[in-house]
Protein backbone atom coordinates (compact mmCIF):
# COMPACT_ATOMS: atom_id res chain seq x y z
CA UNK A 1 0.00 0.00 0.00
CA UNK A 2 1.17 3.56 -0.41
CA UNK A 3 1.50 5.48 2.67
CA UNK A 4 3.46 8.87 4.07
CA UNK A 5 6.56 7.98 5.64
CA UNK A 6 9.45 10.05 7.48
CA UNK A 7 12.64 8.59 8.91
CA UNK A 8 13.82 11.96 10.56
CA UNK A 9 12.21 15.35 12.11
CA UNK A 10 12.39 18.13 10.00
CA UNK A 11 10.45 20.61 7.40
CA UNK A 12 7.53 18.61 5.89
CA UNK A 13 8.76 18.89 2.28
CA UNK A 14 12.37 17.78 3.38
CA UNK A 15 11.45 14.18 5.11
CA UNK A 16 8.23 13.82 4.06
CA UNK A 17 7.48 11.39 1.24
CA UNK A 18 5.27 8.97 -0.59
CA UNK A 19 6.55 4.71 0.21
CA UNK A 20 5.08 1.31 -1.03
CA UNK A 21 4.45 -0.66 2.86
CA UNK A 22 3.05 -3.51 3.68
CA UNK A 23 -0.65 -3.58 4.98
CA UNK A 24 -1.40 -4.21 8.35
CA UNK A 25 -3.02 -7.39 9.74
CA UNK A 26 -5.33 -6.92 12.22
CA UNK A 27 -5.11 -9.09 15.43
CA UNK A 28 -7.53 -9.92 18.64
CA UNK A 29 -9.60 -6.38 18.64
CA UNK A 30 -7.93 -4.75 16.07
CA UNK A 31 -9.47 -3.28 12.28
CA UNK A 32 -8.46 -2.78 9.40
CA UNK A 33 -9.52 0.36 7.80
CA UNK A 34 -9.40 1.07 4.00
CA UNK A 35 -8.73 4.87 4.41
CA UNK A 36 -10.67 7.40 2.45
CA UNK A 37 -9.89 10.81 3.86
CA UNK A 38 -7.54 11.44 7.42
CA UNK A 39 -6.99 15.25 8.42
CA UNK A 40 -4.25 17.18 9.58
CA UNK A 41 -4.32 19.06 12.97
CA UNK A 42 -1.52 21.03 14.81
CA UNK A 43 -0.38 17.62 16.68
CA UNK A 44 0.80 16.15 13.43
CA UNK A 45 3.05 19.06 12.21
CA UNK A 46 4.73 18.83 16.08
CA UNK A 47 5.17 15.08 14.98
CA UNK A 48 6.74 15.52 11.49
CA UNK A 49 8.93 18.24 12.29
CA UNK A 50 10.11 16.89 16.33
CA UNK A 51 9.73 20.78 17.52
CA UNK A 52 9.37 21.86 20.34
CA UNK A 53 12.16 19.53 21.18
CA UNK A 54 10.65 18.54 24.25
CA UNK A 55 7.87 16.75 22.61
CA UNK A 56 10.55 13.75 21.45
CA UNK A 57 10.76 12.40 24.67
CA UNK A 58 7.13 10.98 23.75
CA UNK A 59 8.07 11.06 19.68
CA UNK A 60 11.27 9.54 19.90
CA UNK A 61 14.52 10.92 20.60
CA UNK A 62 16.12 10.98 17.51
CA UNK A 63 13.92 9.97 14.91
CA UNK A 64 9.86 9.19 15.27
CA UNK A 65 9.20 5.76 16.98
CA UNK A 66 6.31 5.94 14.16
CA UNK A 67 7.41 6.31 10.35
CA UNK A 68 3.90 7.28 9.24
CA UNK A 69 2.70 10.25 10.59
CA UNK A 70 -1.09 11.09 10.56
CA UNK A 71 -3.76 10.16 13.73
CA UNK A 72 -7.39 11.11 12.62
CA UNK A 73 -9.28 9.65 9.73
CA UNK A 74 -12.48 8.01 8.28
CA UNK A 75 -12.74 4.82 5.73
CA UNK A 76 -14.27 1.58 5.58
CA UNK A 77 -13.84 -1.74 7.31
CA UNK A 78 -11.68 -4.18 5.70
CA UNK A 79 -10.87 -6.74 8.13
CA UNK A 80 -11.60 -7.34 11.81
CA UNK A 81 -9.06 -9.54 14.95
CA UNK A 82 -10.81 -12.53 15.92
CA UNK A 83 -11.89 -10.46 18.86
CA UNK A 84 -14.08 -8.31 17.02
CA UNK A 85 -18.06 -9.21 16.56
CA UNK A 86 -19.58 -5.61 16.84
CA UNK A 87 -18.23 -4.40 12.93
CA UNK A 88 -17.70 -6.24 10.45
CA UNK A 89 -15.75 -5.70 6.91
CA UNK A 90 -18.33 -2.90 4.69
CA UNK A 91 -19.20 -0.94 7.56
CA UNK A 92 -17.72 2.74 7.25
CA UNK A 93 -16.06 4.18 10.36
CA UNK A 94 -14.46 7.04 11.34
CA UNK A 95 -11.80 7.73 14.99
CA UNK A 96 -8.18 7.94 15.24
CA UNK A 97 -4.87 5.82 15.87
CA UNK A 98 -1.30 5.88 14.94
CA UNK A 99 0.40 5.77 10.92
CA UNK A 100 -3.28 7.59 9.32
CA UNK A 101 -1.75 9.00 6.52
CA UNK A 102 -1.67 5.86 4.07
CA UNK A 103 -3.92 3.79 2.53
CA UNK A 104 -4.91 1.41 5.06
CA UNK A 105 -4.73 1.64 8.98
CA UNK A 106 -4.88 -0.72 11.95
CA UNK A 107 -6.93 0.67 14.51
CA UNK A 108 -7.98 -0.43 17.75
CA UNK A 109 -12.25 -1.28 18.32
CA UNK A 110 -12.00 1.10 20.85
CA UNK A 111 -10.74 4.28 18.46
CA UNK A 112 -13.67 3.55 16.21
CA UNK A 113 -17.05 5.15 15.80
CA UNK A 114 -19.96 4.39 12.81
CA UNK A 115 -19.72 7.19 10.66
CA UNK A 116 -22.35 9.66 10.69
CA UNK A 117 -24.60 9.09 7.85
CA UNK A 118 -24.81 13.03 7.60
CA UNK A 119 -21.12 13.33 6.88
CA UNK A 120 -18.65 12.53 3.79
CA UNK A 121 -15.47 10.56 4.69
CA UNK A 122 -14.08 14.25 4.36
CA UNK A 123 -16.05 15.74 6.88
CA UNK A 124 -15.85 12.74 9.12
CA UNK A 125 -12.06 12.33 9.01
CA UNK A 126 -11.60 16.00 10.77
CA UNK A 127 -13.67 14.82 13.84
CA UNK A 128 -11.39 13.32 15.89
CA UNK A 129 -8.60 14.94 18.06
CA UNK A 130 -9.95 18.28 17.81
CA UNK A 131 -12.99 18.03 18.11
CA UNK A 132 -12.58 15.95 20.97
CA UNK A 133 -10.26 18.66 22.31
CA UNK A 134 -12.81 20.70 22.09
CA UNK A 135 -15.62 19.14 23.96
CA UNK A 136 -12.96 17.95 26.83
CA UNK A 137 -12.31 22.04 27.24
CA UNK A 138 -15.50 23.20 27.32
CA UNK A 139 -17.88 20.26 29.07
CA UNK A 140 -18.59 20.68 32.56
CA UNK A 141 -17.65 24.53 32.67
CA UNK A 142 -20.54 26.00 30.06
CA UNK A 143 -24.06 26.33 30.94
CA UNK A 144 -26.99 27.30 29.04
CA UNK A 145 -27.45 31.28 28.58
CA UNK A 146 -23.62 32.23 29.81
CA UNK A 147 -22.06 34.53 27.26
CA UNK A 148 -19.09 32.39 25.85
CA UNK A 149 -15.59 34.01 23.85
CA UNK A 150 -13.79 31.84 21.77
CA UNK A 151 -10.39 33.20 20.42
CA UNK A 152 -9.20 31.93 18.15
CA UNK A 153 -12.47 30.32 16.39
CA UNK A 154 -12.06 29.92 12.76
CA UNK A 155 -9.33 27.32 13.28
CA UNK A 156 -9.95 23.07 13.76
CA UNK A 157 -10.13 23.20 17.24
CA UNK A 158 -11.70 26.60 17.17
CA UNK A 159 -14.71 26.00 14.87
CA UNK A 160 -15.59 22.98 16.81
CA UNK A 161 -16.05 24.83 20.08
CA UNK A 162 -17.70 27.63 18.43
CA UNK A 163 -20.63 24.65 17.63
CA UNK A 164 -20.17 22.92 20.66
CA UNK A 165 -20.46 26.14 23.60
CA UNK A 166 -23.91 26.67 21.04
CA UNK A 167 -25.61 23.45 21.72
CA UNK A 168 -24.58 23.54 25.20
CA UNK A 169 -27.08 26.74 25.29
CA UNK A 170 -24.04 29.57 25.23
CA UNK A 171 -24.38 33.38 23.65
CA UNK A 172 -21.25 32.98 21.82
CA UNK A 173 -18.78 35.34 20.33
CA UNK A 174 -16.20 34.38 18.46
CA UNK A 175 -12.67 36.24 17.61
CA UNK A 176 -11.22 35.71 14.01
CA UNK A 177 -9.80 37.72 11.20
CA UNK A 178 -12.02 39.72 8.50
CA UNK A 179 -12.43 36.70 6.05
CA UNK A 180 -13.95 34.50 8.48
CA UNK A 181 -16.70 36.53 9.44
CA UNK A 182 -19.22 35.10 7.73
CA UNK A 183 -18.56 31.10 8.20
CA UNK A 184 -18.61 31.81 12.13
CA UNK A 185 -22.14 33.13 11.76
CA UNK A 186 -22.64 30.32 9.82
CA UNK A 187 -21.18 27.89 12.12
CA UNK A 188 -23.79 29.31 14.98
CA UNK A 189 -21.63 32.24 16.07
CA UNK A 190 -24.04 35.55 17.55
CA UNK A 191 -21.29 37.59 17.57
CA UNK A 192 -18.37 37.94 15.89
CA UNK A 193 -15.24 40.09 16.73
CA UNK A 194 -12.64 41.10 13.86
CA UNK A 195 -9.04 40.66 15.58
CA UNK A 196 -7.62 42.90 13.05
CA UNK A 197 -9.93 45.63 13.95
CA UNK A 198 -11.23 44.88 17.55
CA UNK A 199 -8.94 43.99 20.87
CA UNK A 200 -11.79 42.16 22.68
CA UNK A 201 -9.76 42.80 25.46
CA UNK A 202 -10.53 46.56 25.53
CA UNK A 203 -13.99 46.28 24.88
CA UNK A 204 -17.01 46.77 27.11
CA UNK A 205 -18.63 43.55 26.67
CA UNK A 206 -17.80 40.83 29.51
CA UNK A 207 -17.58 36.98 29.43
CA UNK A 208 -18.76 33.82 31.56
CA UNK A 209 -16.08 31.83 29.92
CA UNK A 210 -13.39 32.64 27.79
CA UNK A 211 -11.74 29.36 25.39
CA UNK A 212 -8.12 31.04 24.48
CA UNK A 213 -6.60 29.17 21.78
CA UNK A 214 -3.89 31.83 20.86
CA UNK A 215 -2.48 33.12 23.85
CA UNK A 216 -1.86 36.43 22.17
CA UNK A 217 -2.10 38.31 25.02
CA UNK A 218 -1.53 38.44 28.92
CA UNK A 219 -3.21 35.73 30.88
CA UNK A 220 -4.12 38.82 33.21
CA UNK A 221 -5.42 41.08 30.27
CA UNK A 222 -7.51 38.52 28.62
CA UNK A 223 -9.39 38.32 32.26
CA UNK A 224 -10.50 41.74 31.84
CA UNK A 225 -13.14 40.40 29.81
CA UNK A 226 -14.29 38.37 32.13
CA UNK A 227 -17.35 38.58 34.48
CA UNK A 228 -16.96 38.72 38.32
CA UNK A 229 -17.07 34.95 38.42
CA UNK A 230 -16.30 34.10 34.80
CA UNK A 231 -13.24 31.62 34.07
CA UNK A 232 -10.57 31.59 31.18
CA UNK A 233 -9.38 28.42 30.22
CA UNK A 234 -5.98 28.96 28.28
CA UNK A 235 -5.50 26.32 25.51
CA UNK A 236 -1.62 27.12 25.63
CA UNK A 237 -1.14 29.14 22.58
CA UNK A 238 -0.44 28.30 19.07
CA UNK A 239 3.45 29.34 19.03
CA UNK A 240 7.07 28.97 21.10
CA UNK A 241 10.63 28.41 21.78
CA UNK A 242 12.28 25.78 19.30
CA UNK A 243 12.86 23.52 22.71
CA UNK A 244 9.89 24.12 24.77
CA UNK A 245 7.25 25.28 23.11
CA UNK A 246 4.21 26.79 25.16
CA UNK A 247 5.50 25.22 28.07
CA UNK A 248 6.46 28.61 29.25
CA UNK A 249 2.27 29.49 28.91
CA UNK A 250 1.40 26.29 30.66
CA UNK A 251 3.38 26.60 33.36
CA UNK A 252 2.41 30.09 34.10
CA UNK A 253 -0.96 29.07 33.70
CA UNK A 254 -1.03 26.80 36.53
CA UNK A 255 0.83 28.74 39.07
CA UNK A 256 -1.73 31.75 38.24
CA UNK A 257 -4.80 29.28 39.09
CA UNK A 258 -3.42 28.41 42.12
CA UNK A 259 -4.27 31.92 43.54
CA UNK A 260 -7.43 33.15 41.20
CA UNK A 261 -10.84 31.16 40.70
CA UNK A 262 -11.07 33.39 36.86
CA UNK A 263 -7.96 31.01 35.70
CA UNK A 264 -8.67 27.49 34.98
CA UNK A 265 -5.53 25.17 34.93
CA UNK A 266 -3.75 24.20 32.21
CA UNK A 267 -6.30 21.46 30.34
CA UNK A 268 -4.45 17.61 29.63
CA UNK A 269 -6.53 16.24 27.35
CA UNK A 270 -6.81 12.68 26.15
CA UNK A 271 -9.05 11.11 23.38
CA UNK A 272 -11.76 8.72 24.39
CA UNK A 273 -14.01 6.37 22.22
CA UNK A 274 -17.04 8.07 24.72
CA UNK A 275 -16.46 11.52 23.48
CA UNK A 276 -16.63 10.36 19.58
CA UNK A 277 -19.95 8.87 20.34
CA UNK A 278 -20.84 12.36 22.13
CA UNK A 279 -19.42 14.58 19.18
CA UNK A 280 -21.34 11.89 16.79
CA UNK A 281 -24.74 12.52 19.03
CA UNK A 282 -24.45 16.20 18.17
CA UNK A 283 -23.84 15.80 14.40
CA UNK A 284 -26.97 13.61 14.16
CA UNK A 285 -28.72 15.94 15.98
CA UNK A 286 -27.63 18.78 13.14
CA UNK A 287 -25.23 20.90 15.87
CA UNK A 288 -22.00 20.39 15.07
CA UNK A 289 -20.83 19.99 11.21
CA UNK A 290 -16.98 19.54 10.25
CA UNK A 291 -15.72 22.91 8.80
CA UNK A 292 -13.07 22.04 5.93
CA UNK A 293 -10.55 24.19 4.90
CA UNK A 294 -9.43 22.55 1.51
CA UNK A 295 -8.16 18.83 0.67
CA UNK A 296 -5.19 17.74 -0.48
CA UNK A 297 -4.48 14.34 -2.37
CA UNK A 298 -2.24 11.84 -0.19
CA UNK A 299 0.63 12.91 -2.45
CA UNK A 300 0.19 16.63 -1.43
CA UNK A 301 1.07 15.64 2.45
CA UNK A 302 3.95 17.77 2.26
CA UNK A 303 2.10 20.89 1.21
CA UNK A 304 -0.82 20.30 3.25
CA UNK A 305 0.89 20.12 6.34
CA UNK A 306 2.95 23.16 5.00
CA UNK A 307 -0.47 24.78 5.11
CA UNK A 308 -1.71 24.09 8.39
CA UNK A 309 1.82 25.29 9.68
CA UNK A 310 1.02 28.50 8.50
CA UNK A 311 -1.62 28.98 11.32
CA UNK A 312 -4.13 30.23 8.89
CA UNK A 313 -6.27 27.76 7.89
CA UNK A 314 -10.10 28.20 8.19
CA UNK A 315 -11.09 24.75 9.89
CA UNK A 316 -9.68 21.57 9.02
CA UNK A 317 -7.36 20.83 6.22
CA UNK A 318 -7.83 17.15 5.13
CA UNK A 319 -6.05 14.27 2.82
CA UNK A 320 -8.07 12.35 0.21
CA UNK A 321 -6.75 8.64 -0.40
Not at 188 to 201: E, L, N, R, W
Not at 265 to 286: M, N, Q, V, W
Amino acid sequence: MTAIVQDKYGRPDEVLRQEMVAVPVPHGEEVVVRVHAASIHVGDLVTIEGEPVIARLALGLRKPKNRVPGTDFAGTVVAVGDGVSSIRPGDEVFGWSVNAFAEYVCASLERLVPKPAKLSFVQASAVGVSASAALQLLRDRVRPGQKVLINGASGGLGSFAVQIAKAFGAEVTAVCSTGNIDAMHSLGASHVIDYTKQDFTLGSARYDFILDNVANHSLSRTRRALTAHGTLQSNNGTSGGRWFGTMGTVITTAVVSRFTRRQAGPSIKFTKREDLLTLKELIDAGQLLPLIDRTYALSQAARAVRHVGGGHARGTVVLTV
